[in-house]
């Protein structure tokens, strides 16, 4: 007899860049990836459509207001006790606000590519970037 199947959690994940081409990345104050930057993002909630879900949680996480423009790609990441994070990240363009870290971000900042190489990472984002063509210049 096999065991339950992973319990699926979705979530999103938002690409934003500046106009000198530099990528918006928040360092996370929770697991998983404490510690680590990342793109902005979290759990989507019951009812929410993933659009929604990006423009809140960038809002909460950055200060700054979006608008999703269209769908990357997705990655598959374990979670604690056999949970499986399925993100959904999505291009965005910025439309106002400004930035300062909150919620679940200790700091945010627009991030170029030598000090994206300088930053400790979360598990799987440069790759998964770079096969979306999105890393910073």
């Given at each position: 007899?096999?065991?339950?199947?992973?319990?699926?959690?979705?979530?999103?994940?938002?690409?934003?860049?500046?106009?000198?081409?530099?990528?918006?990345?928040?360092?996370?104050?929770n697991e998983p990836g404490r510690g680590r930057w990342s793109v902005p993002g979290g759990r989507v909630e019951d009812g929410e459509t993933d659009q929604r879900a990006v423009i809140r949680e960038v809002a909460e996480e950055t200060g700054l207001a979006v608008e999703v423009t269209s769908w990357l790609g997705h990655v598959q990441r374990d979670g604690p006790d056999g949970t499986v994070f399925d993100i959904h990240d999505y291009s965005c363009r910025v439309t106002g606000g400004t930035l300062r870290a909150g919620d679940d971000a200790d700091r945010a900042r627009w991030c170029d590519a030598e000090a994206l190489a300088t930053l400790p990472i979360v598990t799987g984002l440069i790759e998964a970037l770079a096969g979306w063509h999105c890393l910073p210049r």
């Open positions: 007899m096999t065991g339950s199947p992973p319990k699926r959690v979705r979530c999103v994940g938002a690409v934003l860049f500046d106009d000198a081409g530099r990528l918006l990345l928040i360092r996370r104050v």
